[in-house]
C-alpha cells in the first residue's frame, strides 16, 4: 500500500542527502510517522490527522548538512530570509562560513544549501496539501467537517505558495503585465516534469485557494482546536499578505481588517513579556510542547537564554542596527520597542557610570570582532548586568548567561563593583559563557531555558493593522491609515497621535512596521515589496558615527540587484525537471 509523508511533522529534512540524490526528492521526505492512502480517503480522522502533520511540518525539527544549525521549518525560514539580509538586523551566528545569508551570496548562486533550503520546505508543504486535497472530497464525513480540512489544506498550500514568491518570484512591478516566470505550479501530488508558471498564474492559484477556503470556512460550522491550524482568520490574513505584493490595495486593506477583527493589539507590558508564549494578538503559531526540537530549535539560537546565546562566545540572538535604532530614536525616545535593545542609551541608566556613547567604538571596551561587551571593561560590563536584571521579564532568567546578582546599590560602589568584576569567573575568565553584543536583543525568550522551546508567532494582529493600514495609505484612504497607526502605537509610545500625510505617512507605516515586526521574519520581504535600495553599514574604530554591524556584513543592494531580489530557482530542480524554463 503507497505510503504519503503526512503525519506527524518532518523527523528529517535531509537536503544535504535526499535532495541531492534525485529528482523530487525535496518533495518526498520521511516522516516520524505515516498515514497511508487508504486513512486519509476513508475517514475525517485520518484527514484530520494527516492535516495536523502538514501543519506540524512547520516546526518540528529538521536535520541536515553542515551549517542549517537551527532547520526548523518556518523559524528558520522567517529568520534567514526575512530578516538576515536586512539594513535592520544582524548576528554573529551567521559569522565566517556563514556570512553568505547576510552577503546575499544565497540569492545569487543555485548550488548553495540555503538556498535550496526555501525551495524544499515549501514544496513538501505544497505535496502534502496536494494529498489531502486529492481525496479530501469524497471523505464520508459531515460536509462541515469535509469542508473544514479542505479549507484548511488550501490556506496552508497557498501559504507555501506566497513564501515562494517572496523568495523566488518577481516584484509586482517587474512581473512584466504577469507574463514573468515564477516557479513550478504543482497542483497534484507528486514531483513529475512541470514548466515554471507565470506570476499570473500563480498568483491567481494564491487567490483562488484563499478565497475557497475562506468560502469553505464560512460554510463550516467546525472550529481549530490548536493555534497551529489555520482558520478563516489566518486565510484572511494570508490573503491581506498576498494582495500587497499584488499591490490589490482594496483586498489587501479588507482581508486584514476582517482578520485582524477578533483579536485585540497585544499591550506594552504584552509586548515586552518575553515572545515566548502566545497571548490573544496571536493568530497562528506553533505548539509549544512540540517545539524543544533539541538544540535545532528556533528559540535555541534566537531567544536571548536560549543553548547558543548563552554557551558560546561568537553567538548571540540577533541585534538590531545602530542605524535603524538612531534613526527610531530620533523620531520617539520613548517608544518602548527600543528597550528591549542594548544599546549606548542604556548604558547610563540604572547607575551613572560616565559611560560615553563613543565607548562603543573604543576597542578597549568592546571586542571589535565580535562585538562582546562583556568582560572587556569593569564598568561596561556591569551596565549590561543592571540593563539585563531590570529587563528580564517575570518568569524568565539566564539572558546571554549574564550574572545579574549585582544590585544598584553595589554598581554604585567603585570597590564593591570591582570585587564583583574581577570575582565573576564567567566575566574575568571563561571564553566559553555568553556574551552580550552591541544591539543584543531582550524580546525573544525561552521558556526552556536549556535548550530553548519557545512559541513562535507565524501571524499576529500587529501585523494586519500594517497591512491594513499600507494598503488604505496606497489607495488614498489616509484617515484609516493614521487611525491603523494610533492604535497601534499607543500601546508602544506614550501620547501617539498622527495626522502626516503623502509620502511621510508612508514612511511613518514602513517604519513602524519594521521596529513592530523585528526579528519576526518579515522585514526582508517588505522592502522587496516597497522597491527600494537597501544598504549595511559597518562598524569603524572610534567613530561613533558608524554602525554596529561587523566588517563582513557591509553591503549596498539596489532595488535592482539580482533581477530585484530574486533567488535563483535551485539547481536540484532544473537539474533533474526536464520541462523547466531555463
Known amino acids: 500500500m503507497k505510503m504519503n509523508n503526512i503525519f506527524k511533522g518532518i523527523a528529517a529534512l535531509a ?3 535526499s535532495i541531492t540524490s534525485c529528482s523530487g526528492d525535496y518533495l518526498e521526505l520521511p516522516p516520524e510517522s505515516e498515514v497511508n492512502d487508504t486513512q486519509i480517503a476513508e475517514s475525517i480522522e485520518g484527514s484530520r490527522a494527516a492535516l495536523y502533520g502538514l501543519c506540524q511540518a512547520m516546526y518540528i525539527g529538521t536535520y541536515g548538512s553542515g551549517w542549517i544549525r537551527i532547520s526548523n521549518g518556518e523559524g528558520y525560514f522567517r529568520t534567514v530570509y526575512g530578516d538576515s539580509g536586512t539594513p535592520d538586523f544582524f548576528d554573529p551566528w551567521l559569522y565566517g562560513y556563514q556570512t ?27 505535496h502534502q496539501a496536494n494529498v489531502i486535497l486529492r481525496d479530501i472530497d469524497n471523505v464520508p464525513a459531515e460536509e462541515s467537517e469535509v469542508h473544514f480540512v479542505k479549507a484548511q489544506a488550501l490556506t496552508m498550500r497557498a501559504h507555501a505558495y506566497i513564501h515562494l514568491m517572496q523568495v523566488y518570484g518577481p516584484r509586482f512591478e517587474d512581473a512584466n503585465n504577469g507574463d514573468e516566470l515564477c516557479y513550478v505550479l504543482r ?145 520617539n525616545p520613548n517608544d518602548i520597542r527600543l528597550e528591549l535593545f542594548w544599546t549606548p542609551d542604556k548604558a547610563n541608566k540604572y547607575v551613572n557610570f560616565k559611560i560615553k556613547d563613543s565607548d562603543f567604538w573604543n576597542p578597549s571596551k568592546i571586542n571589535p570582532e565580535f562585538f562582546f561587551m562583556y568582560g572587556p571593561n569593569e564598568e561596561m560590563s556591569a551596565a549590561i548586568s543592571l540593563f539585563i536584571s531590570h529587563n528580564t521579564p517575570e518568569g524568565f532568567e539566564g539572558g546571554y548567561s549574564i550574572d545579574t546578582s549585582l544590585t544598584d546599590a553595589q554598581a554604585k560602589n567603585a570597590v564593591a563593583r570591582k570585587k564583583w568584576y574581577t570575582d565573576n569567573a564567567s566575566i574575568a575568565k571563561k571564553k566559553t559563557d555568553g556574551r552580550v553584543q552591541f544591539g543584543a536583543q531582550i524580546k525573544f525568550w525561552s521558556s526552556l531555558a536549556d535548550l530553548g522551546a519557545s512559541e513562535i508567532p507565524f501571524m499576529r494582529a500587529g501585523e494586519l493593522i500594517l497591512n491594513e493600514a499600507e494598503a488604505a495609505m496606497e489607495a488614498g484612504d489616509e484617515t484609516t491609515a493614521q487611525k491603523c497607526l494610533v492604535d497601534l502605537n499607543k500601546n508602544r509610545i506614550p501620547g501617539y497621535s498622527c495626522t502626516l500625510t503623502g509620502d511621510a505617512l508612508r514612511q511613518e507605516i514602513r517604519l513602524t512596521r519594521r521596529i513592530e515586526l523585528w526579528g519576526e521574519g518579515d522585514t526582508w520581504f517588505a522592502m522587496k515589496r516597497w522597491n527600494i535600495d537597501v544598504e549595511r553599514r559597518i562598524w569603524e574604530k572610534g567613530n561613533p558615527n558608524s554602525n554596529n554591524m561587523m566588517t563582513s556584513y557591509k553591503g549596498s543592494y539596489p532595488a535592482s540587484y539580482n533581477k530585484g531580489w530574486r533567488f535563483m530557482i535551485p539547481r536540484q530542480e532544473t537539474n533533474y525537471n526536464n520541462l523547466i524554463n531555463k
Open 15 to 17: 537536503l544535504a542527502g
Open 100 to 126: 553568505e545569508t547576510q552577503l546575499w551570496e544565497l540569492m545569487t548562486t543555485d548550488g548553495n544549501i540555503g538556498n535550496t533550503f526555501a525551495w524544499g520546505y515549501c514544496y513538501n508543504l505544497i
Open 187 to 331: 497542483l497534484e501530488p507528486g514531483t513529475g516534469d512541470l514548466p515554471l508558471s507565470s506570476y499570473k498564474d500563480c498568483m491567481g492559484n494564491i487567490y483562488e485557494d484563499l478565497e475557497t477556503a475562506i468560502s469553505l470556512f464560512e460554510g463550516s460550522d467546525v472550529k481549530r482546536k490548536y493555534g497551529f491550524e489555520p482558520d478563516i482568520n489566518v486565510a484572511r490574513g494570508l490573503l491581506s499578505r498576498a494582495a500587497l505584493m499584488n499591490h490589490d490595495w482594496n483586498t489587501a486593506q479588507t482581508m486584514a481588517h476582517d482578520a485582524r477583527a477578533s483579536y485585540p493589539i497585544m499591550t506594552a507590558e504584552q509586548y515586552k513579556a518575553g515572545f515566548a508564549e502566545h497571548n490573544d494578538e496571536w493568530m497562528w503559531y506553533n505548539l509549544p510542547d512540540k517545539t524543544t526540537n533539541g538544540y535545532n530549535s528556533w528559540g535555541a539560537s534566537f531567544s536571548c537564554n536560549g543553548a547558543y546565546a548563552t554557551a558560546y562566545n561568537w553567538s548571540s540572538a540577533g541585534n538590531i542596527s545602530w542605524d535603524f535604532y538612531k534613526m527610531l530614536y530620533a523620531k
